[in-house]
């Protein structure tokens, strides 16, 4: 299956362009400038080619969110998924990309691709969590590609194929950008921040479940235990 939708929203969250593509639904909240991102059917199933592009005008804000997981599933042949994701975020525009966990089955081959393009004075906070496999089963493979620039500079471009052995052991990988937040960079037990020489920080945190993931990525890190900066 191949798939494109669009969203493209102006000052105060105004959606301007709204246009779904099964399995990709987007539901606006009215009177508020959120959008929901609706799986509307069995996906990303192995062979899937899914795309979703927002376009952010200036000033505008958006919060995108996903309000159920993503569970990637193998094709009847093999064949890789891929979900692409595409932000292109004008003067003054602050999105927020919150999508809900994927869950990387058996023998799923999955790539997650999230590029955003940010004018000088845009911001952006987006979010990725990976779960390897459904409770006992053995996942599958992950590739999960990040390339951000803002006014065409280099921010963060950063690729990595998921598996057990990167995650020493546990389940969940979960990774936040946010171009606004600012800070030393930190560490702990399962979690470090690091500060992008271009601005922002990147959370990265690994966990049991996703529950726990979250928590490392939202807590102060006073309350995430002992860690040292630098």
């Known amino acids: 299956m191949k798939a494109e939708a669009l969203l493209a929203v102006e000052r105060a969250g105004v959606v301007r362009t709204l246009r779904s593509a099964p399995p990709l639904t987007l539901i606006p909240v009215r009177g508020r400038p959120v959008v929901h991102l609706v799986n509307s059917a069995a996906s990303p199933l192995g062979g899937d080619d899914l795309t979703l592009t927002v376009l952010a005008g200036p000033h505008a804000n958006l919060t995108l969110t996903g309000i159920a997981a993503s569970v990637a599933l193998p ?13 292109e975020l004008s003067e003054g525009a602050v999105v927020e990309y919150l999508p809900e966990p994927t869950v ?5 081959r999955h790539e ?23 409770d006992g089963e053995r996942p599958g493979e992950l590739t999960s590609t990040l390339h951000v620039t803002r006014d065409r500079h280099p921010v963060l471009r950063q690729t990595l194929t998921v598996t057990p052995e990167v995650l020493l052991g546990k389940r969940v990988l979960a990774t936040e950008l946010s171009t606004v937040a600012d800070g ?10 690091t500060r992008l020489a271009a601005g ?6 690994l966990a049991d479940d996703a529950v726990t993931a979250a928590r490392l990525l939202t807590a102060p890190p006073a309350t995430r235990g002992t860690g040292y900066g630098r």
């Open 75 to 87: 094709g009847p042949h093999g064949e890789r998924s891929r979900f692409t994701v595409r932000l």
């Open 104 to 108: 990387i089955t058996s023998r799923a």
């Open 112 to 134: 997650s691709v999230l590029v955003a393009g940010l004018a000088a004075g845009a911001h952006l906070r987006t979010r990725e969590t990976i779960v390897l496999g459904r």
């Open 184 to 193: 030393e960079t930190v560490s702990g037990e399962w979690w470090s921040r």
């Open 200 to 205: 922002g920080t990147l959370t990265t945190a």
